[in-house]
């Protein structure tokens, strides 16, 4: 006897609450107690992308989001990983920039949108709307990696403002 479908999608849900949420209130008690810490910019960024492209390569294994995007993201976020080391490498932890906050607001709804359609596979609902709802989700996640790509890219510009202001 397996585990109920509508046990699991429950589980699931609140998990991701509890990793998003607990993101958001992260961020909004060290905004209200004013502390900032070096080690925090780095390690915020890391735990979200730690959890964002675990749910993501979940996704991916079970087709709803398609290989190619999810290594459009993985990729931008390791290379952004590596820029944040080589900065602390020089004693600089630049936090996060506003196309970033963007980008992880698309993250969380893409994966929203991702688990939504899982869910309505898994417990047999709503099939007339899953074609739609799968549509959705793609275009969600092509909007997430475009998204990904232009923060990309400023924080590159960033970097190489910090670097060449040490030299």
């Known amino acids: 006897m397996g585990i109920p479908a509508a046990a699991v999608v429950a589980v699931l849900w609140a998990l991701f609450a509890l990793m998003e949420l607990s993101d958001l209130f992260d961020g909004m008690a060290a905004r209200s107690m004013k502390t900032v810490s070096s080690f925090g910019k780095l390690f915020d960024p890391f735990a979200d992308v730690f959890a964002r492209l675990t749910y993501f390569v979940c996704f991916a294994f079970t087709g709803i989001m398609p290989l190619w995007l999810f290594l459009i993201i993985m990729y931008r976020e390791f290379c952004q990983l590596f820029l944040r080391q080589l900065l602390a490498e020089k004693g600089v932890a630049m936090g996060a920039r506003k196309g970033g906050k963007t980008k992880a607001v698309f993250y969380m709804i893409s994966g929203a949108a991702s688990l939504s359609l899982w869910s309505v596979r898994s417990l047999g609902a709503f099939v007339d709307i899953q074609g739609g709802l799968a549509v959705a989700v793609l275009v ?28």
């Open 140 to 167: 969600l996640y092509c909007i997430a990696a475009a998204l990904s790509v232009g923060s990309f890219l400023d924080y590159i510009v960033q970097f190489r403002k910090i670097t060449a202001n040490q030299r």
